[in-house]
């Protein structure tokens, strides 16, 4: 049984047991002509039958997607002879590999027959296997949904028993988030203590020169590395308080003008167009940054007598600030329509002007969801890497002169962790450096807003 015709039967089973669970509870309240009826609509009881179904099957995948890889490479294993595994050189896992890698109907010339022939058995392992267990899902899935027809009952509150499964999918979903949030927070920490084993901390933290390019040989010239993050910092920093001085007051005033000023009909055709932008690959920000912002600041420059780099702070950090208007200007227009009118009406009863009810009642009003939306617009400036490269450069420069080239640290952490360096080297290990140092800034500008959202947080009724 192949994957698609396991789904076909799998929706067909879920239509069927929805529809046979809801039918029989109707029936069953059909036949009871005197006393109490189903505590519970029909539909509930189709509801459970379908939670029935669908969570040992998935519960099963899961398991199976996890355990697949170890269970075939075990198979696997024990069909190759041993005395191939002893003169192969290399471990059994790159031979595991190189038979994965093998396409058994269309080989090199020269493949060993062994190898060949551990491919087939290979690929029929995983159609069998899968089959078995799609299978075995089904049978399972019925089996447990029979369970639950056959509580169908005055006694059983469906109802309740649905209402309760939603609460655990909810814990279960939320204890996934969590769990993902602290396997990547100490993926990074693991990884970046590796690397300050090899460079100490205090030298990466406040070095000043950024080199990562290690020597292949000790007699070549910087055989040695220096990992002084500094520049790479003050790189971040420069292009996105370039992007948020162009960001914040257009997306601020737009929203203004969006939730206070503007007709509903200007307000429906604006505020969509607006939102494209946010909807505009990267890359294509870059191209704007690269073939035309950039030239035409440095023929601005050329004009007024000083020179800019064709590669600039300036040029990455404003089309930057151009990409990021709409988070700023959706989100905050959307907090300031959802102050309630009537204090809107209550300004303008004492006597205020509407520039004066919009800068003393609105905007308190709606201060932690436009903090909330300048938050998010400085994440996705410090954590945006096409624009930069394409317009920006990847040199780093320990500068704050807008109009030289800089680098950020999600570009330092691409470009370190492109090429063929091993992966214990000081070079990769800085990626993993560079996060987790990323992460911590990212994490205190978080704790800075919130103490500013419940400082001047004020609650409205």
Same mark, same amino acid.
């Given at each position: 049984?192949?994957?698609?015709?396991?789904?076909?039967?799998?929706?067909?089973?879920?239509?069927?047991?929805?529809?046979?669970?809801?039918?029989?509870?109707?029936?069953? /309240?059909? /036949?009871?002509?005197?006393?109490?009826?189903? &505590?519970? +609509?029909?539909?509930?009881?189709?509801?459970?039958?379908?939670?029935?179904?669908?969570?040992?099957?998935?519960?099963?995948?899961?398991?199976?997607?996890?355990?697949?890889?170890?269970?075939?490479? +075990?198979?696997?294993?024990?069909?190759?002879?041993?005395?191939? +595994?002893?003169?192969?050189?290399?471990?059994?896992?790159? *031979?595991? =590999?190189?038979?994965?890698?093998?396409?058994?109907?269309?080989?090199?010339?020269?493949?060993?027959?062994?190898? $060949?022939?551990?491919?087939?058995?290979?690929?029929?392992?995983?159609?069998?296997?899968?089959?078995? #267990?799609?299978?075995?899902?089904?049978?399972?899935?019925?089996?447990?949904?029979?369970?639950?027809?056959?509580?169908?009952?005055?006694?059983?509150? @469906?109802?309740?028993?649905?209402?309760?499964?939603?609460?655990? *999918?909810?814990?279960?979903?939320?204890?996934?988030?969590?769990?993902?949030?602290?396997?990547?927070?100490?993926?990074?920490?693991?990884?970046?203590?590796?690397?300050?084993?090899?460079?100490?901390?205090?030298?990466?933290?406040?070095?000043?020169?950024?080199?990562?390019?290690?020597?292949?040989?000790?007699?070549?010239?910087?055989?040695?590395?220096?990992?002084?993050?500094?520049?790479?910092?003050? %790189?971040?920093?420069?292009?996105?308080?370039? @992007?948020? @001085?162009?960001?914040?007051?257009?997306? +601020?005033?737009?929203?203004?003008?969006?939730?206070?000023?503007?007709?509903?009909?200007?307000?429906?055709?604006?505020?969509?167009?607006?939102?494209?932008?946010?909807?505009?690959?990267?890359?294509?920000?870059?191209?704007?940054?690269?073939?035309?912002?950039?030239?035409?600041?440095?023929?601005?420059?050329?004009?007024? %007598?000083?020179?800019?780099?064709?590669?600039? @702070?300036?040029?990455?950090?404003?089309?930057?600030?151009?990409?990021?208007?709409?988070?700023?200007?959706?989100?905050? =227009? =959307?907090?300031?329509?959802?102050? &309630?009118?009537?204090?809107? =009406?209550?300004?303008?009863?004492?006597?205020?002007?509407?520039?004066?009810?919009?800068?003393?009642? #609105?905007?308190?009003?709606?201060?932690?969801?436009?903090?909330?939306?300048?938050?998010?617009?400085?994440?996705?400036?410090?954590?945006?890497?096409?624009?930069?490269?394409?317009?920006?450069?990847?040199?780093?420069?320990?500068?704050? /002169? &807008?109009?030289?080239?800089?680098?950020?640290?999600?570009?330092?952490?691409?470009?370190?962790?492109?090429?063929?360096?091993?992966?214990?080297?000081?070079?990769?290990?800085?990626?993993?450096?560079?996060? $987790?140092?990323?992460?911590?800034?990212?994490?205190?500008?978080?704790?800075?807003?919130?103490?500013?959202?419940?400082?001047?947080?004020?609650?409205?009724?």
């Amino acid at each position: 049984m192949g994957f698609w015709s396991f789904l076909i039967i799998f929706c067909f089973i879920i239509f069927y047991v929805y529809w046979y669970s809801s039918t029989k509870a109707l029936k069953f /309240n059909a /036949n009871i002509k005197n006393g109490s009826k189903l &505590p519970s +609509l029909p539909s509930y009881y189709g509801t459970y039958s379908f939670f029935w179904l669908i969570l040992p099957i998935f519960l099963i995948l899961v398991t199976w997607f996890f355990f697949k890889p170890f269970f075939l490479d +075990l198979l696997l294993i024990k069909k190759i002879p041993s005395d191939f +595994l002893t003169t192969f050189e290399g471990n059994p896992d790159m *031979l595991v =590999d190189t038979i994965k890698a093998t396409n058994p109907e269309k080989f090199f010339p020269g493949t060993n027959p062994v190898i $060949i022939e551990s491919a087939k058995y290979f690929q029929n392992l995983k159609i069998i296997s899968d089959s078995y #267990v799609y299978i075995g899902t089904l049978l399972m899935g019925l089996i447990f949904s029979t369970f639950s027809l056959r509580k169908i009952s005055i006694a059983f509150r @469906a109802r309740q028993a649905v209402e309760k499964t939603n609460v655990n *999918l909810l814990i279960l979903c939320s204890t996934i988030a969590i769990i993902t949030t602290i396997g990547i927070i100490f993926s990074l920490i693991f990884e970046a203590l590796r690397f300050f084993e090899k460079v100490p901390i205090f030298d990466f933290l406040l070095g000043i020169t950024w080199s990562p390019q290690t020597a292949i040989r000790e007699d070549q010239v910087a055989s040695e590395g220096l990992f002084g993050a500094i520049p790479i910092f003050t %790189g971040t920093l420069l292009i996105t308080l370039i @992007a948020m @001085a162009v960001a914040i007051p257009i997306g +601020l005033l737009s929203a203004i003008y969006l939730s206070e000023y503007a007709k509903p009909k200007i307000r429906a055709t604006i505020k969509p167009i607006l939102e494209i932008l946010a909807g505009v690959p990267t890359v294509v920000y870059g191209f704007f940054a690269a073939i035309t912002v950039g030239p035409f600041l440095k023929e601005i420059a050329l004009f007024f %007598g000083f020179s800019i780099a064709s590669e600039s @702070a300036l040029a990455a950090g404003g089309v930057m600030g151009i990409m990021i208007i709409p988070f700023i200007s959706s989100l905050s =227009d =959307d907090v300031m329509s959802a102050v &309630p009118q009537s204090m809107r =009406d209550g300004s303008y009863a004492v006597g205020a002007t509407k520039s004066e009810t919009i800068k003393q009642v #609105v905007l308190p009003a709606a201060l932690p969801g436009v903090v909330a939306a300048i938050l998010l617009a400085v994440s996705r400036a410090i954590g945006e890497t096409m624009i930069v490269v394409m317009a920006a450069g990847i040199s780093a420069n320990l500068t704050m /002169n &807008p109009f030289e080239s800089v680098t950020t640290v999600t570009v330092q952490i691409v470009t370190l962790l492109v090429g063929d360096q091993e992966f214990d080297s000081e070079k990769t290990l800085a990626a993993f450096a560079l996060g $987790i140092t990323l992460f911590f800034l990212t994490l205190f500008l978080n704790l800075i807003a919130l103490k500013i959202v419940r400082k001047y947080r004020e609650k409205y009724e």
